[in-house]
C-alpha cells in the first residue's frame, strides 16, 4: 500500500469527488440508517451536481487522498453555516473529512484536516467551526487536539433520522 498524497480537487474531479464522499459517508455511517433514507441523503449530499456546485464556488475548497492510483478520502471546506448565534460571515467551517477505514489511525485524517484549516485561515486567524455526530468520539479527539471545542448542539436530518450533533469551534 502507497502512502497516501493530498491534493486540491478540480472541476475535473467532481465525479471522484461524488463517489468518495458518498462511499466514505456510507462506510462510516449507512449502518445507522434505513436503506431508503441513506440513499435520499447521499443523492441530496453528494449528488455530482451538488458537487459541482460546491467546486465551483470561489468561497469552498475541497480535497482528495489518493493511494495505490485509488481515491481514498477528501475533505470540503468554506464559509460557516451552522445554527449557532456566534457565527458570522468571517467564519470559516470544516464541512466534511472523511477517510476510509483501511486508511484510518496512520496519521492520514490529522495531515487533511491540517491542510483544510491551513486553507481555511490562509488569510489569517479566524474563528473555525466543525459539525460533528455526538457519537463519533475518534473524531471529537482529533478535533480536540486540534484545540477546538463543544459550543452547541443541533439536529442533522438523514431522512427521518435525526442525528444529534455536537458544534465545535476553535478561535
Not at 52 to 60: C, F
Not at 66 to 88: I, K, S
Not at 114 to 124: C, H, I, N, P, S
Request: proline letters at 6%; charged letters at 25%.
Amino acid at each position: 500500500m502507497s502512502a497516501p498524497t493530498f491534493r486540491r480537487a478540480g472541476p475535473d474531479d467532481a465525479e471522484a469527488l461524488s463517489r468518495i464522499g458518498a462511499e466514505t459517508f456510507a462506510e462510516t455511517f449507512g449502518h445507522l440508517y434505513p436503506p431508503e433514507d441513506l440513499r435520499a441523503f447521499l443523492d441530496a449530499a453528494y449528488g455530482l451536481e451538488k458537487t459541482r456546485r460546491d467546486l465551483a464556488d470561489p468561497a469552498k475548497a475541497a480535497w482528495l487522498v489518493e493511494a495505490d492510483g485509488a481515491v481514498v478520502g477528501h475533505a470540503l471546506a468554506g464559509p460557516c453555516d451552522l445554527p449557532h448565534d456566534d457565527v458570522t460571515p468571517d467564519c470559516g467551517e470544516l464541512k466534511r473529512l472523511y477517510v476510509l477505514k483501511a486508511f484510518q489511525s496512520g496519521g492520514t485524517g490529522s495531515r487533511l484536516l491540517a491542510e483544510t484549516l491551513a486553507w481555511l485561515e490562509r488569510d489569517g486567524p479566524c474563528p473555525l467551526w466543525i459539525g460533528v455526530w455526538s457519537e463519533n468520539l475518534g473524531a471529537q479527539r482529533l478535533y480536540g487536539r486540534m484545540g477546538f471545542e463543544k459550543v452547541g448542539e443541533y439536529e442533522f436530518p438523514v431522512g427521518q433520522i435525526r442525528d444529534r450533533e455536537f458544534i465545535l469551534r476553535r478561535g
